[in-house]
Each structure stands twice: as C-alpha cells, then as structure tokens.
C-alpha cells in the first residue's frame, strides 16, 4: 500500500509538470503586465507635470508629481454636464432595459406559452438580419424622436441575446414545481412574477444591469447620430471631441488662469490622460465590485439557449 | 406579459426592414418612403460597379478575417494558463486586471491607442528611439491600420473572451484527468488530449457566431481610428454607409441603404452555410 502510494506520488511531479508550472507562472507574470502597463501608463501621466509627459519621460511612474490635469478637469463645466446626462441616461435606460427583458424572457421561460417556437424565431431572427443604419435613422427620425432621450433608450432597449441568457436562468433555477403549488393556491401569472420569480433572479438582475449599464455609459455612436444638442450630450461624445478631434471649448472653463494654462500644447496632451481617468473610474469602481457576477453572467450565456 | 416587447420588436426591428425598401427606390424627403418611384436594382449596380466596390469589401473582409482567425487564440491559451496556474492569489489577479480592459469605452480605448503609439512621446517610439531604432509612425501608415485594429482589441478583449472557455475547461469531467494522471501523462499531454478537445465545440460555435458579423466589423473604434493618412486600409463599408448617408450635407438615403442590404444579406448567407458546414463536419450546430 505505501509503496504504490509513492509511486503515485513520483508520477505526479514528475520532471516536465515541474518545468510547466513554472513556465505556466511566468506567462501569466508577462500577461499581466502587459495588459497592466498601458493602464498605469495612463495614470502615471495624468500625475505627471505636462512637460514630462511631451518629452516622454513617463512610463510606470508619475515623473514631476503634479495634479494640474485634475484641476482642468474640475474646472470644465462640459464634462460635467455630460457626467450628468449620462448618469440620467444609464440610470433611466438600463431600468427600461432590465424590465422589458424580464417581461419577454419569463414568458419564454414557460413551456405552457401559447405559439412559443414561432414568436422565439420571430425575436432571434433580429439577431442574423436587421434594416440596417439609414432605415433605423428614418424610423427614430419619423417617430419624432431625434434630440429627445428616447432615442437613446427605445432603439436598444430589448436585447435578444439577454433574453435568451435570461430565458436560460429561468429555466434552470426555477423548479416547475414552485408554479404548480403557486398555481393550486389560485396565484396568477403576474403575481408568481412578481413574488416569487423576481425575488429569486436578484444574480441574474446584477448580471443585466452590469451589461445594458456598460453599453448605456459607453454609447457614442447613437447619440452621435441622434442628439444635436450640446446640453443633451453625453459624457463620451465630450470625450470625443476633446480625446480625438483635439478640441478644447474655452468658454467652458471658468477660471481665467486655466483658460490661459490650456493654450499650451502640452497642457491639452495632459488633459487628456486626467480625463481618461475621471471617465473610466466609475465604471471600473462599479466592476471590481460586481466582479463575481459578471464571471457568472458570461458563463450563463455560454449555456446553449 | 409578451405584449409589449413583442410589440417593440415589430416596431423597431421588423419595420426598419420594411423600410429596407428605399434601397429599390430614389428616396426623396418630399414624397417619403411611399411615393418615392421604384428604380429597381439601380442603386446595387451602381455599387457594384464603383471603384470604391472592391476596395470597401477588400478592407471589410480583410480586417474580420484577420481578427476572426487570430482573435480566438489568446483566450483559448489564457483559459488554459488560468485554469493549470498552482497559485490561487496570482490566478485571481490575472483575472481582474485582464477582465478589466473591457470596461474601457471605445472612445477612451482610442485614444489610449492614439497617446500610447504616437510618434514623439508614446512609450512604444520612446522605447524604440533607446534602443537605436527608427521611430514607427503607427498611426498614420495605412499598412500598419489593420494589424493596430486587430492587436489592441485582442489586448481589450482577450480577459473577457476567455471567460466563456474557461467555464467549459471546468466543466470537463474529472475522472478524465485522475485517469490520465494515474497513466502518467504529463500537464501538457492532458491539454493536448484532453482539455482541448473537450473544448472544441465552443469553439466552433464561437466561430460560426463570428462568421455571421464577417462583413460588419467595428464601426465605432474604426471610425474613430480613421484618419485622412490611413483611409487606405481603414475605410470600410460600415464606416462608408454612415459618412455618405447620414455625416453629408445632402440627405441621401437610398444608395447606402442598398449598400447596408447588400452587407446584411451577404452575412445572413455565411451564418447560414457555415453552420451547415460545421453541422455536416463536426455536428455542432447553432440550431
């Protein structure tokens, strides 16, 4: 017995698996940093005094250690109108979101459901065809909707895929049998929804939330092609028109020394890296916490629907 | 309960294809989609034979292919090397900090791109001007465009991607690997003949999703990508439906809506044939 117990051991460590492990540790080292070093990059520079950042003297550290970056930040009253708008269009959009999707993948969810197959085809079909760009633009445009909130929240509002990870969930964590006593109980449809089915999809909610929250905070294109008001524009197309099209609105800025900082060439170049910052921090807050889920999520949708 | 979302499927999914019409006529703002006189394949023949044609395609197609081929390697490969790391501290951060890219918004994620390759201060030409190199234009040269597109969305997505193939590597069944242990194959040999197989038809429904987007590729990042220098290799039919159809001063709708028909049909096509294809090879299949 203690001999073949031994045995068992050596072949367990044997010489290769020893050069594995250590070879397996080493690429996920080198992994590591090379998806970390553009990101402490960026925060390295957004500390760092404009001067060292043109020289290109910043790589993993802040050189000159400085906030004037943040200061512009602070004082530039467009990024904080967008900070608003986009909160109000996450916050508004992804609760649109998530209730449409629970209404649709519920019912999906449930074998008893009069025409199931062909209203399922009729929803994924939307996912291999669509009317493409100019005719979604027409209708926005003909529904009177361009420049309002709507038209960021409506064209988007029911993802098929969600449904479909939603559909799975429900099908898989709620035992038929709870509907059937809830039903012996005289419970209706919209009642066992909301008691029993809602309570009990609290994970799968955050999953939801967390996805149409990302796509809401992140969206530029559609409110690129729908809003035209500056007071109704969206964190990230600010960020465009400073971060790509390198353009600065002075009568933004309230302080006259910022004004005066900002003509520089490099203070701009500076700006930007604080920016990157104060955009993405929330997001990336907001991940590291519902990082258990999100995991989960995915692996959800992995499931064949 | 099924009402009202199917009701705003119809509405915002099946209408617009109803609208898809415009792409047989000559839309005119005056008389709307209705009255407008039908011109047939008009608008199709045109395209096709636009110097532009092969150009967009080429662009398109290469830029997916590219990123469709090569894309799925990385994850496949951090899937393994997260499920074999010992240890548990270091396994946890390396998913936090690869999953964590993908929060980026495309916006921000470009310009990440355009601070980080440009010519003067970016840390890759400061590294390359101490090492006694030629500084690299990344930015501007159109033959560099498609490999920066393909190479920093593998850097943002990587993490994310391999969340799905690192579920199905737990799902493999233990005993396979006690027994294989108990026969003295090593770490490598289990991957090879084990995990990688057991795998494999997330893979190849993953593929058969991705073939199905061949002909649209990323709007959003390439679009903001795209600058005068690198329109070469970086304009693609996405980018060009928006830019004659809705970014120009004179309201032309038909002709990129038969461009955007043209797209979707030919990816509804591949989806379609591919998924017969793996069916037929491999009996995986996405219905």
New interface residues.
């Given amino acids: 017995m203690v001999k073949y117990h031994s045995r068992v051991n050596r072949i367990r460590i044997n010489k290769s698996d020893k050069v594995f492990d250590v070879l397996i540790t080493l690429i996920a080292i080198t992994g590591l940093l090379i998806v970390l070093y553009p990101l402490m990059h960026v925060v390295a520079c957004s500390f760092s005094s404009a001067k060292a950042v043109q020289s290109g003297r910043v790589s993993f550290y802040p050189v000159d250690f400085s906030t004037q970056a943040y200061e512009v930040v602070f004082d530039y009253k467009d990024i904080w109108i967008g900070y608003l708008n986009t909160i109000m269009y996450t916050v508004v959009g992804t609760t649109l979101n998530v209730v449409f999707t629970i209404l649709a993948a519920y019912p999906f969810s449930r074998k008893d459901l009069i025409g199931r197959g062909i209203i399922m085809k009729i929803y994924v079909f939307t996912m291999l065809f669509s009317g493409g760009l100019i005719p979604s633009y027409l209708l926005v445009k003909n529904l009177h909707l361009l420049n309002t909130s709507w038209s960021l929240w409506l064209p988007g509002l029911l993802s098929v895929y969600n449904v479909i990870v939603m559909k799975t969930y429900y099908q898989t964590t709620i035992p038929n049998e709870l509907l059937e006593s809830a039903q012996i109980d005289g419970c209706s449809n919209r009642r066992f929804l909301w008691s029993v089915v809602i309570p009990l999809s609290g994970a799968i909610i955050a999953v939801m939330v967390l996805f149409y929250g990302i796509g809401h905070w992140n969206n530029y294109f559609s409110a690129m092609l729908y809003i035209t008001d500056k007071s109704k524009y969206p964190l990230q197309l600010f960020l465009r028109e400073i971060l790509i099209a390198n353009t600065v609105d002075y009568t933004s800025l309230s302080g006259s020394e910022i004004k005066e900082l900002l003509k520089k060439q490099e203070m701009k170049l500076l700006l930007k890296y604080s920016l990157i910052v104060v955009s993405s921090f929330p997001m990336l807050c907001i991940y590291s916490f519902v990082q258990k889920y999100f995991v989960k999520g995915v692996m959800i949708g992995s499931l064949k629907g | 309960?099924?009402f009202?979302?199917?009701v705003?499927?119809i509405?915002?999914?099946?209408?617009?294809?109803?609208?898809?019409q415009?792409a047989f006529k000559d839309y005119n703002l005056f008389e709307g989609?209705f009255g407008s006189p039908w011109v047939g394949f008009k608008h199709f023949n045109q395209f096709f034979q636009s110097t532009e044609f092969w150009r967009l395609v080429g662009n398109t197609l290469s830029l997916s292919i590219y990123s469709i081929f090569v894309g799925p390697i990385l994850p496949i490969f951090?899937a393994i090397?997260?499920n074999?790391?010992?240890?548990n501290k270091?396994?946890k951060?390396?998913?936090?900090?690869?999953?964590?890219?993908y929060?980026?918004?495309?916006?921000?994620m470009?310009?990440?791109i355009?601070?980080?390759f440009a010519i003067?201060?970016?840390?890759i030409?400061?590294m390359l001007k101490k090492m006694g190199l030629a500084q690299i234009d990344f930015l501007s040269n159109p033959d560099l465009f498609p490999h920066l597109y393909v190479w920093t969305g593998i850097?943002q997505y990587?993490?994310?991607n391999s969340?799905?193939y690192l579920?199905?590597l737990t799902g493999v069944d233990p005993t396979l690997h006690e027994a294989a242990?108990?026969d003295?194959a090593?770490?490598?040999k289990r991957i090879w003949h084990i995990d990688l197989p057991s795998i494999q038809s997330?893979i190849i429904?993953l593929m058969i999703m991705s073939v199905?987007s061949i002909m649209s590729t990323g709007?959003?990042k390439i679009y903001?990508m795209q600058n005068n220098l690198n329109l070469r290799t970086s304009e693609v039919i996405?980018t060009y439906?928006?830019k004659i159809?809705?970014a120009s001063p004179i309201a032309n709708?038909s002709f990129?809506?038969a461009i955007?028909?043209f797209?979707?049909v030919i990816?509804?096509l591949l989806?379609v044939i591919v998924n017969k294809i793996a069916q037929k090879v491999s009996e995986v299949s996405l219905w």
């Fill in positions: 309960m099924l009202f979302p199917t705003y499927i509405i915002f999914k099946y209408i617009p294809m109803y609208g898809l415009i989609m951090l090397v997260l074999y790391l010992i240890n270091l396994k951060t390396l998913q936090m900090v690869t999953y964590a890219p929060f980026i918004s495309t916006v921000v470009v310009s990440i355009n601070q980080f003067d201060f970016g840390p030409n400061v850097w990587t993490g994310f969340i799905i579920a199905s242990i108990v003295g090593s770490k490598l997330t429904i199905g709007f959003e903001l996405d439906v928006y159809g809705l709708y990129p809506t955007g028909l797209q979707s990816g509804l989806i």
